[in-house]
Nanobody, 115 residues
Framework: QVQLVESGGGLVQPGGSLTLSCAAS????????MGWYRQAPGKERELVAA???????NYADSVKGRFTISRDNAKDTVYLQMNSLKSEDTAVYYC?????????WGQGTQVTVSS
């Protein structure tokens, strides 16, 4: 059974930074796809950023230039560096991995951007 453990959420002022991390365990295959999604109150869950094992990344237009996704393949860990945070980035952030094609989700970590 694949388990995902997220950390790094919290309260930050506008313009601040946070780094989220998500460690995966239990996947007996190499994990290709790792991503971060978010869900704000009253809205649907949306893709924030994703990274493949070869390093190819994609980002939501709303976070391009501010967020950076990276991964440590040896540790099966994915990171999301978030800079220049805005109030509209407030949401619960979820880690997602595919092992090898089945989706697994983290428990979610709250990110609140507020002064």
């Amino acid at each position: 059974q694949v388990q995902l453990v997220e950390s790094g959420g919290g309260l930050v002022q506008p313009g601040g930074s946070l780094t989220l991390s998500c460690a995966a365990s239990g996947c007996i295959f190499s994990i290709n796809y790792m991503g971060w999604y978010r869900q704000a109150p009253g809205k649907e869950r949306e893709l924030v950023a994703a990274i493949r094992s070869g390093g190819v990344t994609n980002y939501a237009d709303s976070v391009k230039g501010r967020f950076t996704i990276s991964r440590d393949n040896a540790k099966d860990t994915v990171y999301l560096q978030m800079n220049s945070l805005k109030s509209e980035d407030t949401a619960v952030y979820y880690c997602n991995v595919r092992c090898p094609w089945i989706n697994y989700w983290g428990q979610g970590t709250q990110v609140t951007v507020s002064s």
